[in-house]
């Protein structure tokens, strides 16, 4: 079952969008002329290699957009991912040694959001971030600021939204893996006379390291690829590879380059995921 659940709904849209990949572009609907079709049997198998080509990967390297936006979403991914362990790890860490009676509902307040839709909590951020919105006004009211500052329509909105909206799945599998922390491990660090601070950076860090990597991934992955946040929150200047490929399929309707786009990003994200899994299966086998 669960194989075939990848086949239906991984492995089969990513070959279709594989194929279109090779095809040329067309005024047509779609607007993609394929290079291989099933019904000319044969002849169309021998048509699909004589017309089969690299050109829409190569024109990946030759325009410079298409680079950059993969520079800078893994950047602001990274970053992204970064501020959202910083702000997560205590949260979680606090919600792990709250009392049992109170952990459930802590629970919930961080699932919360999750019954709010998507978009209206993104928009919800450009009345807040912007000149006029509640943080300036809140600055400027403390004082703290003497005019309104420029957040929205800039990368420090984008952080902003995705450190928000991603929060959670950076928070729940870090707090499953300190919930289940054995605590006597640090009652015996302290006996023997290990400070607090060290024993967490000792004992609790490296014991909470699945659910780091774990939270890092669910955040990073769908970071890289967003589009809405960095389409409402951020600037004109805020490249990022989903604007990208949201112009190239929507606005230049050029489904093939688009789809070498898409296959490209999918392999910047899935190769380094399969060679860390490959070294901590390693790694667990020289353990055993």
Same mark, same amino acid.
């Given at each position: 079952?669960?194989? +075939?659940? !990848? =086949?239906?709904?991984?492995? @089969? /849209? #990513?070959?279709?969008? &594989?194929? %279109?990949?090779?095809?040329?572009?067309?005024?047509?609907?779609?607007?993609?002329?394929?290079?291989?079709?099933?019904?000319?049997?044969?002849?169309?198998?021998?048509?699909?290699?004589?017309?089969?080509?690299?050109?829409?990967?190569?024109?990946?390297?030759?325009?410079?957009?298409?680079?950059?936006?993969?520079?800078?979403?893994?950047?602001?991914?990274?970053?992204?991912?970064?501020?959202?362990?910083?702000?997560?790890?205590?949260?979680?860490?606090?919600?792990?040694?709250?009392?049992?009676?109170?952990? +459930?509902? !802590? =629970?919930?307040?961080?699932? @919360? /959001? #999750?019954?709010?839709? &998507?978009? %209206?909590?993104?928009?919800?951020?450009?009345?807040?971030?912007?000149?006029?919105?509640?943080?300036?006004?809140?600055?400027?009211?403390?004082?703290?600021?003497?005019?309104?500052?420029?957040?929205?329509?800039?990368?420090?909105?984008?952080?902003?939204?995705?450190?928000?909206?991603?929060?959670?799945?950076?928070?729940?599998?870090?707090?499953?893996?300190?919930?289940?922390?054995?605590?006597?491990?640090?009652?015996?660090?302290?006996?023997?006379?290990?400070?607090?601070?060290?024993?967490?950076?000792?004992?609790?860090?490296? =014991?909470?390291?699945?659910?780091?990597?774990?939270?890092?991934?669910?955040?990073?992955?769908?970071?890289?690829?967003?589009?809405?946040?960095?389409?409402?929150?951020?600037?004109?200047?805020?490249?990022?590879?989903?604007?990208?490929?949201?112009?190239?399929?929507?606005?230049?309707?050029?489904?093939?380059?688009?789809?070498?786009?898409?296959?490209?990003?999918?392999?910047?994200?899935?190769?380094?995921?399969?060679?860390?899994?490959?070294?901590?299966?390693?790694?667990?086998?020289?353990?055993?």
């Amino acid at each position: 079952m669960p194989y +075939a659940w !990848l =086949l239906f709904f991984f492995l @089969l /849209p #990513f070959f279709i969008v &594989f194929k %279109i990949s090779f095809s040329e572009i067309a005024v047509a609907i779609p607007p993609y002329a394929p290079v291989f079709d099933p019904a000319a049997g044969w002849e169309g198998i021998k048509a699909m290699f004589a017309a089969f080509s690299f050109d829409n990967y190569l024109w990946l390297t030759e325009d410079d957009l298409y680079w950059r936006s993969y520079l800078s979403s893994v950047s602001i991914a990274a970053i992204s991912t970064l501020i959202t362990l910083i702000v997560g790890y205590p949260l979680a860490y606090g919600m792990a040694r709250a009392p049992k009676a109170w952990r +459930a509902t !802590l =629970l919930m307040l961080v699932i @919360l /959001p #999750f019954w709010t839709s &998507f978009l %209206i909590r993104v928009y919800a951020w450009i009345g807040i971030l912007k000149n006029e919105g509640l943080l300036n006004q809140a600055l400027l009211w403390l004082g703290v600021i003497d005019q309104p500052l420029t957040i929205l329509n800039t990368n420090a909105a984008v952080y902003i939204g995705i450190v928000y909206s991603y929060l959670p799945f950076l928070v729940l599998p870090l707090y499953a893996s300190l919930e289940k922390l054995d605590t006597s491990l640090l009652e015996a660090a302290g006996d023997l006379g290990c400070p607090p601070w060290r024993a967490f950076w000792t004992i609790t860090v490296p =014991l909470s390291l699945p659910g780091v990597i774990a939270g890092c991934f669910l955040v990073f992955i769908p970071a890289v690829g967003e589009f809405v946040i960095p389409d409402l929150l951020g600037g004109s200047e805020t490249l990022m590879i989903g604007k990208t490929l949201w112009m190239e399929f929507f606005t230049n309707r050029d489904w093939p380059v688009s789809s070498a786009v898409a296959v490209v990003l999918l392999l910047i994200l899935v190769v380094p995921i399969v060679l860390f899994q490959n070294q901590q299966q390693k790694a667990q086998e020289k353990g055993t």
